[in-house]
T-cell receptor, first 115, second 114 residues
Framework: EAGVTQSPTHLIKTRGQQATLRCSPI?????VYWYQQALGLGLQFLLW???????NRGNFPPRFSGRQFPNYSSELNVNALELEDSALYLC??????????????FGQGTRLTVV | GESVGLHLPTLSVQEGDNSIINCAYS??????FIWYKQESGKGPQFIID?????DKRQGQRVTVLLNKTVKHLSLQIAATQPGDSAVYFC?????????????FGKGTSLLVTP
């Protein structure tokens, strides 16, 4: 069974540009979570999608946005990129949201570098 | 244990010894906890979880202990192996008030020496 897959693995953008990151959850999982992991730091919660709707977002500016498609895959969009947006962006999926206390499985991440 | 800041706490153990990684959490409403292992260049890997109605749970070579009184979580790894070298994160689920998002600690770096 395929795990959570993210694309691209690496992305280099210049300041002010937009970045789009993609995530395919494990088959059967309806919840997708996005996290930002800056170098040497823990995982900071960004967004949670479940059944196509945004259920919660972390303490990030509105230029971080996303969506979940009918097949439960998800996109994370970062507009007006800033240098400090450089980080590893991780996607995780689970069955029915962590409200159900289900295990969450992470992808390998997209390394975004803003120059 | 967990700490705030850019420098991860590091635990160095010899191969074959037992490892104990500690984590403190702050929210008494948290009722679900997970330990993750993250190797360099990879995403976090689920190790073991525990619900707040339990104080101990065992897996293969790993044990998680939960002390709700002092809001403390620990991960014990028996007979530590070189492949256990990684950064370990504890994560807490803060329940409905936080939209069920997992809140992660800063991580502890485990280094296993031969």
């Amino acid at each position: 069974e395929a795990g959570v897959t993210q694309s691209p693995t690496h992305l280099i953008k210049t300041r002010g540009q937009q970045a789009t990151l993609r995530c395919s959850p494990i088959s059967g999982h309806t919840s997708v979570y996005w996290y930002q992991q800056a170098l040497g730091l823990g995982l900071q919660f960004l967004l949670w999608y479940d059944e196509g709707e945004e259920r919660n977002r972390g303490n990030f500016p509105p230029r971080f946005s996303g969506r979940q498609f009918p097949n439960y895959s998800s996109e994370l969009n970062v507009n007006a990129l800033e240098l400090e947006d450089s980080a590893l962006y991780l996607c995780a999926s689970s069955l029915g949201g962590w409200g159900a206390r289900a295990e969450a499985f992470f992808g390998q991440g997209t390394r975004l570098t803003v120059v | 244990g967990e700490s705030v800041g850019l420098h991860l706490p590091t635990l160095s153990v010899q191969e074959g010894d037992n490892s104990i990684i500690n984590c403190a959490y702050s929210n008494s409403a948290s009722d679900y906890f997970i330990w993750y292992k993250q190797e360099s260049g990879k995403g976090p890997q689920f190790i073991i979880d525990i619900r707040s109605n339990m104080d101990k749970r065992q897996g293969q070579r790993v044990t998680v202990l939960l002390n709700k009184t002092v809001k403390h979580l620990s991960l014990q790894i028996a007979a530590t192996q070189p492949g256990d070298s990684a950064v370990y994160f504890c994560a807490e689920n803060r329940g409905s008030n936080s939209g069920y998002a997992l809140n992660f600690g800063k991580g502890t770096s485990l280094l296993v020496t031969p």
